[in-house]
T-cell receptor, first 112, second 114 residues
């Protein structure tokens, strides 16, 4: 298995909703990431987990809450989002920094 | 901290013509360099990477990139493009021991025309 799987592929949520994005990999990678990508822009790093511990939080608002239940799974919990949070949310994993990342195909989130 | 500059936001080219996508980086330490490709409505795919050793690296689909330390560049080239190469291309850098943090350039839209 050489993939990063993200679910759901599309999500529409209201500003008062609570939802979660899920990311899964079975490559044994010990680093996992959440990126946010707006249209026509590069991905922006949100969070890095290394060995299931949060190692980098790029000053992301608390309405985004990451969770790493085990070495294969990464969640992003969403609550009280704003319309400007609408974007493509990408998950990635890597065994180490010199290996490059494997990205999932993303969740396209629309906040209404 | 490191940064990446992709000067060309769009590059139009005719099919079978050569292309070069430019990438320059800035870092105070040694870096790893990557090129990623993103097709519409998809995630990013690793195209090729430079870690050390030979400064010319190649991908399986005909792209190559050359690391130039003196010019702090990592330009991507292909001698003959195909319509299927139309996509967004991102150059990225991570520094040695940088906590696995990857920094992306702003991207170059390659549009191959018939």
């Amino acid at each position: 298995d050489t993939e990063v799987t993200q679910t759901p592929k599309h999500l529409v949520m209201g500003m008062t909703n609570k939802k979660s994005l899920k990311c899964e990999q079975h490559m044994g990678h010990r680093a996992m990431y959440w990126y946010k990508q707006k249209a026509k822009k590069p991905p922006e790093l949100m969070f890095v987990y290394s060995y299931e511990k949060l190692s980098i939080n790029e000053s992301v608002p608390s309405r985004f809450s990451p969770e790493c239940p085990n070495s294969s799974l990464l969640n992003l919990h969403l609550h009280a989002l704003q319309p400007e949070d609408s974007a493509l949310y990408l998950c990635a994993s890597s065994p180490r920094s010199d290996y490059g990342y494997t990205f999932g195909s993303g969740t396209r989130l629309t906040v209404v | 901290a490191q940064s990446v500059t992709q000067l060309d936001s769009q590059v139009p080219v005719f099919e079978e013509a050569p292309v070069e996508l430019r990438c320059n980086y800035s870092s105070s330490v040694s870096v790893y360099l990557f090129w990623y490709v993103q097709y519409p409505n998809q995630g990013l795919q690793l195209l090729l990477k430079y870690l050390s050793g030979s400064t010319l690296v190649e991908s399986i689909n005909g792209f190559e990139a050359e690391f130039n330390k003196s010019q702090t560049s990592f330009h991507l080239r292909k001698p003959s493009v195909h319509i299927s190469d139309t996509a967004e291309y991102f150059c990225a850098v991570s520094d040695h021991g940088g906590g696995n943090k990857l920094t992306f350039g702003t991207g170059t839209q390659l549009k191959v025309e018939l």
